[in-house]
């Protein structure tokens, strides 16, 4: 006699469903799809079938398959960001510890593989989707800026440092980064290891401090 095949109760998630929501499971085969064959090359019935989702359930929570796109990179920017709240310093010596930590914290960040990934999907689109390129900026590039600005600028207050916040913010991301970047994204390098990211935000905050000395003593 054959045993009887028992269906599973109502409600309960099959083996074909895995227990993450439904937005979670497409946030990821999407991301990972795009990742693997590019933006152009990745239908949303791929996508659906990653993620175990039927065509008709993956288009009421997204538009499109742009929007989609604009959905994936805006959460991957979101998780890019620094903690927005750096410690005033008191000296010179926490200034410079404060700047190197933040250096490598932006280094482990963008140069994580899924990041640099979300950079060449927001280049790839940046002709046809100029304002993918625009969240990722605004989400994680810009919003960590903000926060150093702010830093440099209660440093500057304590006289700890003398130019302009936003010049300055300018002059420790470009000593931090130089070429490294554009060489990770066009692959022509490895990311470095955690020594060199250590080392060269040191090297970055050493310069910053050397171009841009105490304030002078406010005149009596």
Not at 60 to 73: E, P, R
Not at 81 to 105: H, I, K, M, Q, W
Request: aromatic letters at 6%; one cysteine or more.
């Amino acid at each position: 006699m054959k045993a009887k095949k028992t269906k599973p109760a109502p409600g309960r998630p099959t083996r074909a469903r895995s227990d993450q929501p439904a937005r979670e499971r497409i946030f990821g085969a999407a991301f990972e799809a795009f990742r693997e064959r590019g933006y152009a090359g990745t239908s949303t019935l791929e996508i659906a079938t990653r993620a175990k989702v039927s065509k008709r359930e993956l288009y009421t929570i997204f538009d499109n398959k742009q929007a989609l796109l604009t959905a994936c990179i805006t959460e991957r920017a979101r998780q890019m960001r620094l903690p927005l709240e750096l410690p005033a310093p008191s000296d010179r010596n926490s200034l410079a510890a404060t700047l190197t930590a933040f250096g490598v914290a932006l280094l482990r960040g963008v140069c994580d593989s899924s990041v640099l990934a979300v950079y060449r999907l927001a280049i790839g689109e940046s002709d046809r989707s100029p304002e993918i390129a625009r969240v990722l900026d605004r989400a994680g590039r810009t919003a960590n800026q903000a926060a150093l600005t702010d830093f440099l600028a209660k440093a500057k207050g304590r006289g700890l440092i003398n130019g302009d916040p936003a010049t300055m913010t300018s002059c420790f991301i470009g000593l931090l980064w130089r070429d490294l970047l554009v060489r990770l994204l066009l692959r022509v390098t490895d990311p470095p290891t955690a020594e060199e990211k250590e080392r060269r935000a040191r090297d970055a905050a050493e310069m910053l401090l050397a171009l841009y000395p105490c304030a002078p003593p406010a005149a009596e």
